[in-house]
């Protein structure tokens, strides 16, 4: 009953220890109205370049996801579908790295019409990524006479941080951007038997993401 006692004990005071730090900066151009006529949609596209330098496909789907359901539901546009019309623009080879590169490329007519072709009115265009910052501890394991079992703490520190700028097409300029940044914890503490405790900073960021950008279009 001791150890037992003992084992909530520890994982109570891990568990206070895990959790998000969020900072959400959105802002709002002054004059754009965000607002969707008849067949005209939203895509999300992320920055290509090297691996390690590609906002994840995980994170474009789950907005992607997000903006199309609920009560203030927005058209959008696939982001696959839209790459291979616009080929080869968006290739990791060839795509923009910069919101000022971006902004270079839609001013070529031939892109411009193309995207017109889409039917696509906005694109929210993500840069960042989510990396691991920090980590430590051990956890060792081992068995015996007595059973198997595992004793220490091991811990890890991810940072999710993205930024949207949203294009409008009609006026070829930002009508708005948001900063995320979400700062996470997670465990995995051990008294005979491991237990994770994962904090997804990832899924905050896209939540945080998705709820900004619905605000953004249900005003108007």
Same mark, same amino acid.
């Given at each position: 009953m001791r150890l037992k006692s003992l084992v909530l004990l520890v994982i109570l005071s891990v568990i206070a220890g895990c959790g998000i730090t969020a900072r959400v900066e959105p802002f709002m151009e002054p004059?754009?109205?965000?607002?969707l006529n008849q067949g005209?949609?939203?895509? #999300?596209?992320?920055?290509?370049?090297?691996?390690?330098?590609?906002?994840?496909?995980t994170l474009i789907d789950c907005i992607a996801s997000n903006l199309a359901s609920g009560v203030n539901s927005i058209s959008i546009h696939s982001t696959k579908s839209f790459e291979d019309a616009l080929f080869p623009y968006f290739e990791p080879s060839t795509a923009p790295l910069t919101t000022v590169e971006f902004a270079i490329l839609l001013e070529n007519e031939l892109v411009f019409r193309? #995207?017109?072709?889409?039917?696509?009115?906005?694109?929210?265009?993500?840069?960042?990524?989510?990396?691991?910052t920090d980590s430590g501890g051990t956890i060792s394991c081992a068995a015996g006479p007595?059973?198997?079992?595992?004793?220490?703490?091991?811990?890890?520190?991810?940072?999710?941080?993205?930024?949207?700028?949203v294009w409008? $097409?009609?006026?070829?300029?930002?009508?708005?951007? $948001?900063?995320?940044?979400?700062?996470?914890?997670?465990?995995?503490?051990?008294? #005979?038997t491991p237990i994770p405790l994962v904090v997804r900073t990832q899924n905050a960021a896209c939540t945080g993401l998705s709820t900004q950008l619905t605000s953004f279009f249900s005003q108007y």
């Amino acid at each position: 009953m001791r150890l037992k006692s003992l084992v909530l004990l520890v994982i109570l005071s891990v568990i206070a220890g895990c959790g998000i730090t969020a900072r959400v900066e959105p802002f709002m151009e002054p004059g754009s109205n965000f607002q969707l006529n008849q067949g005209e949609s939203v895509v #999300i596209l992320g920055r290509k370049h090297q691996a390690s330098f590609q906002t994840e496909s995980t994170l474009i789907d789950c907005i992607a996801s997000n903006l199309a359901s609920g009560v203030n539901s927005i058209s959008i546009h696939s982001t696959k579908s839209f790459e291979d019309a616009l080929f080869p623009y968006f290739e990791p080879s060839t795509a923009p790295l910069t919101t000022v590169e971006f902004a270079i490329l839609l001013e070529n007519e031939l892109v411009f019409r193309e #995207i017109e072709n889409t039917g696509v009115r906005y694109i929210v265009w993500l840069d960042g990524s989510t990396d691991r910052t920090d980590s430590g501890g051990t956890i060792s394991c081992a068995a015996g006479p007595g059973g198997a079992g595992c004793v220490g703490l091991a811990w890890w520190e991810d940072d999710a941080r993205y930024d949207a700028t949203v294009w409008d $097409i009609t006026t070829q300029d930002s009508a708005g951007t $948001i900063y995320v940044d979400y700062t996470g914890r997670s465990m995995i503490p051990a008294l #005979i038997t491991p237990i994770p405790l994962v904090v997804r900073t990832q899924n905050a960021a896209c939540t945080g993401l998705s709820t900004q950008l619905t605000s953004f279009f249900s005003q108007y």
